[in-house]
């Protein structure tokens, strides 16, 4: 069992950063593979980035590769999303969600059985 909430969305300028948290209550955050997912009005959610219960393994979608960067904190039970260069195809909801299963389907929303509630980044042209 495990909670999740999200913070740090919000109204951010192409070509500007924002800092995504994700906070875990319950298990330990270490216990869970991590990822991150978007949605953006009228499209399928889809994947946007994941790392591993030790943190030694990041993986990325094409096209936030090389922008952002995900990372975790396990003493804090926290995970981060640096969005960096933000582009205005980068506005949607962004949930944070948390797997304990195999890790080779980290892309996958059916792998995550749990998720946040989700917030929301702007990214103005």
């Known amino acids: 069992q495990v909670t999740l909430v999200e913070s740090g969305g919000g109204l951010v300028q192409a070509g500007g950063s924002l800092r995504l948290s994700c906070a875990a209550s319950g298990r330990a955050s270490s216990s869970y593979l991590m990822g991150w997912f978007r949605q953006a009005p009228g499209k399928d959610r889809e994947f946007v980035s994941a790392?591993?219960?030790?943190?030694?393994?990041?993986y990325y979608s094409d096209s936030v590769k090389g922008r952002f960067t995900m990372s975790r904190d396990n003493a804090k039970n926290t995970v981060y999303l640096q969005m960096n260069s933000v582009k205005p195809e980068d506005t949607a909801v962004y949930y944070c969600a948390a797997s304990n299963r195999d890790e080779v389907y980290y892309s996958n929303s059916p792998t995550y059985r749990y998720w946040g509630q989700g917030t929301q980044v702007t990214v103005s042209s």
């Open positions: 790392i591993s219960r030790s943190g030694g393994n990041v």
